[in-house]
């Protein structure tokens, strides 16, 4: 054996002795108190049944308020039955399932294909609508949890002036165009996120969204239900289909008095006094047509305006957010402690590609803020189109479109069956 291989054989013998006699330096811990490593787990889906059990509930209290609310005209069956929605919708269910989110869920399934619609979330946006249409908007009266939640505070409420009541109700308009478009966009669920009462319900929300919810049960003491009337998207549609309802509440069970309390109880200013009619009826036409003419302007002076301002919509987009900032501050691909970044990075895409992705949402944004502007320019001119149209009226009539159904109108009514 040559002076080679004995190396080579001392060599592997001194290696194969090693586990023999080497002291491990990190060696494994023992735990003599019996505890044992638990296996990473992940939370399971809902239940479908108790999905379905959702929809069931949805349907039942529907069923229950539009009974109190049409046949019964019963204001404190309506109260109770809101109670009801609110202690199950509300606190039980954590504000989730909500109607009034699935605008989102509903409007990103139409843009994005490869997004699956939960068909319970489906159910959710499309019940109540059917419901509204035919019977008022009995699904804010007793169903719609936030609503409820607010109506129990409403103790001192007063009505607004009529003019700031207008002007405020054209905010609802945009939330429900902003939400669409970032919905659209895959950006962000708006609705969900600015939430101000889902922090309440879950006992578990940022301070400065339990301080929003806090500030809108502390002004519903005295305007009642304001989010319900100046912020809520989905009352917006519902206001739609409430306006072709056939058997809407009416105040009176037979002739009206015209002794005016019903107006008086109204603290949402959504009944109607009656009204002759104004002036020349040829004026009248005139300046109706003056303003349906300039519709088309109001919705072109929109869309311009809110192409305008596509740059720092966008910027609620994830994607266009991080490549402005890595555009402006490079040294932010090397900081470990960004979050983004340090995923960007890792994702193998290059700065090209994100640029790329980042151009093409913003080029998204740019004609959905066309949409998003055309589309208030019109409720804009429609509203003042409203405002110039008058229709004879004799008796006090609720406004189909404003009318939340409460019932309070109906106990202050002299007038019974």
Known sequence: MNRISKITFSLA???????????????KPE???????????????RVLFLEYLDVFMLIAVLVVATWFVVKKRSRRGVLWTSVFALLYFGFFRMGCI???????????????????????????????????????????????????????VAFRPIELPRWLQKVLGIVPYLYLALAVLYAATSSEFLICRYDPFVGIFRFDAEFQM?????????VGIFVARPYCRFFCPYGVLLGWMSTFSKKHMTITPNNCIQCKLCANSCPFGAIEEPVEEQGNRRTNVQLLMTYLFFIPLWIGIGGLAGSMIHVPLAKFNSTVYLAEQLVENPELKQDQEHIDARAFMQSGKSMDQLVTEAKEIRSQFYWGGWLVGGFMGLIIGLTLLKLSSHRN??????????????????DYCPVKK
């Not at 008796?395 to 109108?409: A, F, H, I, V, W």
């Open 31 to 45: 735990f003599e108190t019996g505890y044992v490593q638990p296996a990473t787990s992940q939370a399971p889906p």
């Open 393 to 410: 009226r004799y008796d006090y009539e609720p406004d189909k479109t404003n009318c939340l159904s409460c019932g309070r109108c109906m």
């Open 13 to 27: 013998a001194f290696l194969l002795s090693l586990p023999a006699w080497a002291q491990q330096r990190f060696p």
């Open 98 to 152: 909500c109607s009034i989110g699935a605008i989102q869920n509903v409007t990103l399934a139409i843009f994005d294909p490869t997004y699956v619609l939960p068909f319970t979330a489906l159910l959710f946006f499309v019940i109540p609508l059917v419901v509204t249409l035919f019977y008022g908007r009995t699904f804010c009266a007793a169903v719609c949890p936030l609503g409820a939640i607010q109506d129990l």
């Open 210 to 218: 339990l301080l929003l919810g806090g500030l809108f049960l502390l």
